[in-house]
């Protein structure tokens, strides 16, 4: 890895190109690890429920819990918080919005499940919002205690959700690209992929904090914008290919499993591997900001039940007044 980090550093230039192919390199992987994992998953007759919000879900933020992940082992807090804060925000706003936009028709929500996992949703954002305000920090006991709550929640969903749309629809799109590979081929394809994830988390890093040390800002806001977007890359290819296919409900299911996934999974991994400290003034903007996104797309979700192309456009809008705010946050 020393001649890729040398690399990588060799110039400003390089470190930008380097970080679109991490993120090409993170998309394309993260693909096959949906499809090896799920397909493994129905080789062994894992449950419906399992494949679909859980494994589906663990897969799609797979790139933000090995890029925050290698950050917290290498010494980034910033990036690898800010990497986990900035994609709930990414995937609520952008990934969202524009599934709502390119939806044929107003996108149905069910009750049921925006209950269960909204409230779980918000409840842990606070939570997390809590922990780190209180003494600037993400510890490790934190993190234990934000894996266990998630571990809590998957039990949960296994005991009170039986049957649901989301699951089977996942299930029944990725079972024939499943049965046509052997077990060993999609052992294979797994383990490649979760290989090429690691590598290309590892590339992000390097090339995200040296243009962070050059452009003179803080990593923290590197993560936030670019890293954040570029590993939900993956969320938001899903919904807009879900809204093409009409099955915008599926959209909102994996993007509320995300957003919990990257609070609970992906930062409190992150804090169990290493503290994640962060700065007072990097604290008083990414978590108001998040608390305001989870809070107005919870809402815009309970109205009516439904997502609308005019909500859509509103959480476009959310997403270009966060990036605003970060410029007014640099210049000050």
């Given at each position: 890895?020393?001649?890729?980090?040398?690399?990588?550093?060799?110039?400003?230039?390089?470190?930008?190109?380097?970080?679109?192919?991490?993120?090409?390199?993170?998309?394309?992987?993260?693909d096959f690890?949906?499809?090896s994992?799920?397909?493994?998953?129905?080789?062994?007759?894992?449950?419906?429920?399992?494949?679909?919000?859980?494994?589906?879900?663990?897969?799609?933020?797979?790139?933000?819990?090995?890029?925050?992940?290698?950050?917290?082992?290498?010494?980034?807090?910033?990036?690898?918080?800010?990497?986990?804060?900035?994609?709930v925000?990414?995937?609520?706003?952008?990934?969202?919005?524009?599934?709502?936009?390119?939806?044929?028709?107003?996108?149905?929500?069910?009750?049921?499940?925006?209950?269960?996992?909204?409230?779980?949703?918000?409840?842990?954002?606070?939570?997390?919002?809590?922990?780190?305000?209180?003494?600037?920090?993400?510890t490790?006991?934190?993190?234990?205690?934000?894996?266990?709550?998630?571990?809590?929640?998957?039990?949960f969903?296994?005991?009170?959700?039986?049957?649901?749309?989301?699951?089977m629809?996942?299930?029944?799109?990725?079972?024939?690209?499943?049965?046509?590979k052997?077990?060993?081929?999609?052992?294979?394809?797994?383990?490649?992929?979760?290989?090429?994830?690691?590598f290309?988390?590892?590339?992000?890093?390097?090339?995200?904090?040296?243009?962070?040390?050059?452009i003179?800002?803080?990593?923290?806001?590197?993560?936030?914008?670019?890293?954040?977007?570029?590993?939900?890359?993956?969320e938001?290819?899903?919904?807009?290919?879900?809204?093409?296919?009409?099955?915008?409900?599926?959209a909102?299911?994996?993007?509320?499993?995300?957003?919990?996934?990257?609070?609970?999974?992906?930062?409190?991994?992150?804090?169990?591997?290493?503290?994640?400290?962060?700065?007072?003034?990097?604290?008083?903007?990414?978590?108001?900001?998040m608390?305001?996104v989870?809070?107005?797309?919870?809402?815009?979700?309970?109205?009516?039940?439904?997502?609308?192309?005019?909500?859509?456009?509103v959480?476009?809008?959310?997403?270009?007044?966060?990036?605003?705010?970060?410029?007014?946050?640099?210049?000050?």
């Amino acid at each position: 890895m020393h001649f890729i980090h040398s690399f990588v550093e060799s110039s400003m230039p390089v470190a930008w190109i380097s970080l679109a192919v991490g993120f090409w390199i993170l998309a394309k992987s993260a693909d096959f690890f949906v499809d090896s994992s799920v397909g493994i998953a129905i080789r062994f007759r894992i449950p419906r429920l399992v494949i679909g919000i859980v494994l589906v879900s663990l897969a799609t933020t797979a790139p933000e819990l090995t890029v925050s992940l290698l950050a917290s082992i290498k010494g980034h807090p910033e990036i690898a918080l800010g990497n986990a804060v900035g994609s709930v925000i990414c995937d609520d706003t952008l990934a969202l919005g524009l599934c709502a936009v390119l939806a044929p028709a107003a996108i149905p929500v069910i009750p049921r499940v925006l209950k269960m996992a909204g409230i779980f949703l918000f409840s842990v954002a606070v939570l997390l919002t809590v922990f780190v305000a209180h003494n600037g920090m993400l510890t490790r006991i934190e993190g234990i205690i934000l894996l266990a709550l998630f571990a809590g929640y998957i039990a949960f969903i296994y005991r009170d959700h039986k049957t649901g749309k989301y699951e089977m629809h996942v299930e029944a799109e990725i079972s024939e690209k499943a049965v046509e590979k052997s077990t060993a081929a999609l052992a294979g394809l797994f383990l490649v992929s979760l290989v090429m994830l690691i590598f290309a988390s590892d590339v992000v890093v390097s090339s995200a904090t040296f243009i962070a040390r050059g452009i003179g800002i803080s990593e923290a806001v590197i993560a936030l914008t670019l890293v954040a977007l570029g590993t939900s890359i993956p969320e938001i290819a899903t919904c807009i290919t879900a809204a093409r296919k009409n099955e915008g409900a599926l959209a909102i299911g994996n993007i509320l499993g995300a957003d919990i996934m990257n609070i609970c999974w992906v930062a409190g991994a992150s804090a169990v591997a290493n503290d994640l400290v962060l700065q007072p003034q990097e604290i008083n903007f990414m978590f108001p900001a998040m608390l305001i996104v989870v809070s107005a797309m919870l809402i815009m979700l309970r109205h009516r039940y439904t997502l609308t192309r005019r909500k859509g456009f509103v959480l476009l809008a959310l997403y270009v007044l966060y990036i605003a705010g970060f410029a007014f946050f640099l210049k000050n």
